[in-house]
Nanobody, 122 residues
Framework: QVQLVESGGGLVQAGGSLRLSCATA??????????FSWYRQAPGKQRELVAL???????NYPDSVKGRFTISRDSATNTVYLQMNTLKPEDTAVYYC??????????????WGQGTQVTVSS
């Protein structure tokens, strides 16, 4: 029904930049999009939110990435981007795209991409 495909991960040196993309394929109709988000999960750690954008364009970031990461969305294609600047080794993780949707007015569901690896070398 909803497929999310991330791309853009890779190996980068500390201080460098990467731009992640999340392509959204929606088959059928949905009622509304609540939010798109990026999460990350490092080995041995819990998955954590790194950026969120609402249907109205409001964004939210944790302090660990605020000022370095920027989430954006192309509403025409529902492609979501995560621009990551001034990367640090602690940003190394698998990054996942998340969509929080209303499939129908009363049916809220979350969808996840398969993840893309980001590795920051010191």
């Amino acid at each position: 029904q909803v497929q999310l495909v991330e791309s853009g991960g890779g190996l980068v040196q500390a201080g460098g930049s990467l731009r992640l993309s999340c392509a959204t394929a929606i088959s059928g109709t949905i009622y509304a999009i609540n939010t798109f988000s990026w999460y990350r999960q490092a080995p041995g750690k819990q998955r954590e939110l790194v950026a969120l954008i609402t249907s109205g364009g409001a964004t939210n970031y944790p302090d660990s990435v605020k000022g370095r990461f920027t989430i954006s969305r192309d509403s025409a294609t529902n492609t979501v981007y995560l621009q990551m600047n001034t990367l640090k080794p602690e940003d190394t993780a698998v990054y996942y795209c998340n969509a929080d949707l209303l499939v129908t007015m009363m049916n809220r569901r979350e969808f996840w991409g398969q993840g893309t690896q980001v590795t920051v070398s010191s």
